[in-house]
DNA sequence: ATAGGGTTGACCGATACGGTTAACGGAGGC
DNA sequence: GCCTCCGTTAACCGTATCGGTCAACCCTAT
């Protein structure tokens, strides 16, 4: 990958960071068009070609600057370090609205090449990454108390669905094609609030009145 | 469409469906070829292009199928009758599961279809269906009685919550690739026996000793 | 004016596409 | 044995699209 990339203005680089994710999100590898990227980014083919030798190494730098930015941004939220769940969550939604504001096809495009199968690149994502989130998921179950939680609650069930659900709704919005990130918050916000109301033991107690 | 694909002997009808449901699945209209389909189908590109004029009405029964065939399965569980919220899912599961067994990929090919764009022929997609699902939860919110759910809750967030958690678990397996189905019915039972004893008064009650 | 680098339209060979056609092969009737 | 019918296919057609290249075009800074 050509270094003189980095040297773009930043606002062409998100164009064609946003390109490459959105047309690799939509079609299998093989059947995303460089030409697609190129005419999305509002640069000429050759132009795209001169910054990534092929289209492989476009791809996987795609995946690793989704990877990275993901991380950066969730480091920079606090997300790893808040003890409390759900001030937790909230830190993570955060940076991942950030993200989807920036990068509106992200998330579309990690899920894709995570399972992508074409032989050419299969290999090179799985091996870069793995086990990432399901390990810190574990580590963050364990440091839970269920005194915090309403009484016989099983809080790996909550958890898994709670993730579930917030990828549920992210996928609604994916799908949908228009990213209204904001409407989006107004969401993942209630369904915070929502299961705030529902789990911990405190705030049940008063609704309970 | 040629009649004559309704008498094939029924398992090559499905491996023709699944194929169709598979390749359009994963890739635009566009952008999904009428070989790879006849491939995945097991028989010669020629002989689809004998049962189906051409892509569009093939793509289209494919739609009208899946429509179809998801409404039978619903009804003839019982889905739409149950009078228990909970009871009533379990049945849309069980339908849900039937279908998945029978087409894997047809839910996949569901969602896409209905958000894609392509002009040859997201006009007829749109127009087939639409507020189907959301005219049907209105109705099930409701006939809910609260006094059956624990006290302050949001019934319409709780059914929405719900909604979205069974869409990012029915996700992770779509993505995933391989339809594990049995897991997802274990999955699926846990996260129910999970929503009962959480906003069932009398089962929370229960807990709660 | 000229040298240099960012940028592109035009091009290349290969292949993949939707759709057609002529022919194959086997089952049934005579 | 011969013919007919019909499900099925390999081979084909014209076109479009693909990944990738290249010579030439700006534009700016000397």
Redesign the interface.
């Known amino acids: 990958m050509n270094p003189k990339f980095y040297s773009l203005p930043t606002e062409k680089q998100s164009a064609i960071l946003n390109a490459g994710f959105h047309v690799f999100s939509?079609?299998?590898y093989k059947?995303s068009p460089m030409s697609e990227i190129a005419d999305a980014a509002g640069i000429s083919k050759a132009l795209l070609f001169h910054y990534f030798r092929n289209k492989k190494e476009l791809y996987l730098f795609l995946w690793d600057t989704c990877c990275r930015i993901t991380v950066e941004e969730m480091t920079r939220s606090g997300a790893y370090e808040q003890r409390d769940l759900f001030t937790c969550m909230d830190s993570g939604m955060q940076a991942k609205l950030r993200l989807m504001r920036q990068y509106p096809d992200l998330g579309a495009f990690a899920?894709?090449a995570?399972?992508e199968?074409d032989p050419e690149v299969s290999a090179e994502i799985r091996e870069s990454m793995g086990q990432y989130l399901d390990a810190h998921a574990a580590k963050k179950l364990q440091k839970l108390d269920p005194e915090d939680f309403?009484?016989?609650?099983?809080l790996q069930?909550?958890y898994r669905?709670?993730?579930?659900?917030?990828?549920?709704?992210?996928?609604?919005y994916i799908?949908?094609?228009c990213m209204d990130v904001n409407a989006m918050e107004e969401d993942f916000r209630?369904?915070l609030a929502?299961?705030k109301?529902?789990?911990l033991r405190k705030e049940?107690e008063e609704?309970?009145l």
């Open positions: 939509q079609n299998t059947k899920v894709r995570f399972y199968k309403i009484p016989g609650i099983d069930m909550m669905e709670m993730y579930w659900a917030s990828e549920g709704c992210l996928w609604e799908q949908r094609g209630r369904l929502h299961w109301k529902t789990y049940r609704a309970s």
